[in-house]
């Protein structure tokens, strides 16, 4: 299987996944991932049912948006996307949804405080607000790179529109995704009982260096006895 089936195959299945933890409606919201050692991505089509998408009807682009290999057209967002490929080489990955709670924050242009552990955990900082900027050119991805650029979070509430999310990998894009919905349900509950006051700076510091730094399982070594392969 080439790079470009495996990265098809994937993408498609993390598609699923929007489905699964009910960030997306209908058609909307897209996932795509650069092909690694490419000036590629692969994002899905425009438009099409996610109980239609196969890895087959995944189009690939280059880092322009020009679509090399499909034959329907990309995701409206494909130009932000590109953009966000071609503005920061260490992004392997970008989501986009309108996921309710969190969409409801950047519908009132305000950033998720980082006032749970698990915010310092996964975005060691506020969720940010990105500006508004219309769909149909890279307008969309210059707000998320401005935003995004030297930031820990790796999601921002694109004001009045909704979400983007980046990772290394389309994946941890996807679980970003998850994540920024997660919190903002939960901060905006918590808003509902009184005041909500944001974690201290070190204590978010520490919270995101162990969990990016420790949490989880050690690496598996897959050749613990230092056999020449």
Known sequence: MSDIDRIRAE??????ELLRWGLVTWTSGNVSARVPGEELLVIKPSGVSYDDLTPETMIVTDLDGKVVAGDRSPSSDTAAHAYVYRAMPEVGGVVHTHSPYATAWAAR???IPCAITAMGDEFGDDIP???FALI????IGQGIVATLRGHRSPAVL????GVFTIGGSARAAVKAAVMCEDVARTMHLA?????VERLPQPDIDRLHDRY???YGQPAVDENPQGVEA
């Open 212 to 214: 990016q730094n420790v």
């Open 136 to 139: 149909g050119d890279d307008s």
């Open 129 to 131: 607000v990105g500006p």
């Open 11 to 16: 993408v498609c299945a993390l598609h699923a």
């Open 191 to 195: 808003r509902q009982l009184g005041p």
């Open 109 to 111: 242009g305000e950033a």
């Open 158 to 161: 694109m004001r009045q529109h």
